[in-house]
């Protein structure tokens, strides 16, 4: 069995418990417009093209069989619908303005790369956190790899957005430790126009995973101008939750710009930051509500 990623992460604080390894997985079933990881919302391999760090040197022209990159008049076009996505040509250029973002990993080939830092998590009381994209979306491969995870003593999370089918979560709560779950709004519309899609397998998700017993941490990313009026009625349904164990106030950023147009996908991340005084205003609304929130 073989699965898509598109980055290891070692090192990983913010994605549950101690010094974690974080491996993403490409593909994902929502859309959120303020997406910091753009690279993963196709299923399939993708090569980036930082355009504005090119020095036009013609190198992956010389390398790409499919003819995708022309230098014309000491200009670089790079023709998106001829390539193949093979990196080749990322392999090559020097001055790095090609990343190919996908990787067909195997159990056996992942492993041993989580496992370098076991010294790490044992100290830290970290592991292993599945992520994405949406991992779930490859959950016969999660299952497989939190299995030979827990094998070995390993700690292990799995970070969702919950829009799976319920067969995915249990395929893999019998060895996921902690689950962190992603949750955009409450109110439907909301979500629909946050993300795309509707919330409600998101939400009966979310309690069926309570009702089984799994631990949970949620997530909510704070958008001003998409979502931060969600904070009281999520706060109410949370309240309900007995296994939740902590809830988390993602302040959006928008750092991921520039892979937006290496990939040729319309930047539709919002220009609004928020301000530290309605971060806090949201996790008091959630501390009121008799919750562990920051
Ligand atoms: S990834 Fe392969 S097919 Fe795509 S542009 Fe590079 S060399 Fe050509
Ligand atoms: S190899 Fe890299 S630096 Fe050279 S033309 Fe291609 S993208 Fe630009």
Request: charged share 20%; glycine share 8%.
């Given at each position: 069995?073989?699965?898509?990623?598109?980055?290891?992460?070692?090192?990983?604080?913010?994605?549950?418990?101690?010094?974690?390894?974080?491996?993403?997985f490409?593909?994902c079933p929502l859309?959120?417009?303020?997406?910091?990881?753009?690279?993963?919302?196709?299923?399939?391999?993708?090569?980036?093209?930082?355009?504005?760090?090119?020095?036009?040197?013609?190198?992956?022209?010389?390398?790409?069989?499919?003819?995708?990159?022309?230098?014309?008049?000491?200009?670089?076009?790079?023709?998106?619908?001829?390539?193949?996505?093979?990196?080749?040509?990322?392999?090559?250029?020097?001055?790095?303005?090609?990343?190919?973002?996908?990787?067909?990993?195997?159990?056996?080939?992942?492993?041993?790369?989580?496992?370098?830092?076991?010294?790490?998590?044992?100290?830290?009381?970290?592991?292993?956190?599945l992520s994405g994209g949406e991992c779930l979306c490859?959950a016969?491969?999660c299952?497989?790899?939190?299995?030979?995870?827990?094998?070995?003593?390993?700690?292990?999370a799995v970070d969702t957005c919950g829009a799976v089918?319920?067969?995915a979560l249990?395929?893999v709560?019998?060895?996921t430790?902690?689950f962190l779950y992603d949750l955009?709004?409450?109110?439907?519309?909301?979500?629909?126009?946050?993300?795309?899609?509707?919330?409600?397998?998101i939400?009966?998700n979310l309690?069926?995973l309570?009702?089984?017993?799994?631990?949970t941490?949620?997530r909510?990313?704070?958008?001003?101008?998409?979502?931060?009026?969600?904070?009281?009625?999520?706060?109410?349904?949370?309240?309900?939750?007995?296994?939740?164990?902590?809830?988390?106030?993602?302040?959006?950023?928008?750092?991921?710009?520039?892979?937006?147009?290496?990939?040729?996908?319309?930047?539709?991340?919002?220009?609004?930051?928020?301000?530290?005084?309605?971060?806090?205003?949201?996790?008091?609304?959630?501390?009121?509500?008799?919750?562990?929130?920051?």
């Amino acid at each position: 069995m073989t699965a898509e990623i598109f980055a290891v992460k070692r090192f990983a604080v913010h994605d549950g418990d101690g010094i974690r390894t974080t491996v993403f997985f490409k593909g994902c079933p929502l859309r959120c417009v303020w997406c910091h990881n753009p690279e993963g919302l196709a299923p399939g391999p993708q090569l980036a093209f930082y355009a504005e760090k090119c020095t036009n040197c013609g190198l992956c022209a010389e390398v790409c069989p499919r003819g995708a990159h022309r230098i014309i008049d000491g200009q670089h076009r790079f023709e998106r619908s001829l390539c193949t996505a093979c990196g080749a040509c990322a392999d090559l250029c020097p001055a790095r303005v090609l990343t190919l973002y996908g990787e067909t990993v195997t159990v056996d080939s992942l492993l041993p790369r989580l496992l370098e830092d076991r010294a790490y998590y044992e100290k830290s009381g970290g592991g292993v956190t599945l992520s994405g994209g949406e991992c779930l979306c490859q959950a016969d491969f999660c299952a497989e790899l939190l299995a030979r995870l827990h094998q070995h003593g390993i700690h292990t999370a799995v970070d969702t957005c919950g829009a799976v089918p319920r067969a995915a979560l249990e395929k893999v709560i019998p060895f996921t430790d902690l689950f962190l779950y992603d949750l955009k709004a409450h109110t439907e519309s909301v979500h629909q126009r946050c993300t795309g899609r509707p919330n409600g397998l998101i939400l009966d998700n979310l309690r069926w995973l309570d009702e089984v017993g799994a631990v949970t941490e949620v997530r909510i990313p704070f958008v001003p101008g998409f979502n931060t009026d969600e904070v009281p009625a999520l706060a109410a349904l949370l309240a309900e939750l007995r296994h939740l164990r902590r809830v988390h106030i993602l302040p959006y950023h928008n750092f991921a710009g520039a892979k937006y147009a290496a990939l040729d996908y319309p930047n539709t991340m919002p220009a609004t930051l928020p301000e530290r005084a309605e971060l806090d205003r949201a996790i008091s609304i959630l501390r009121a509500a008799g919750l562990r929130a920051d």
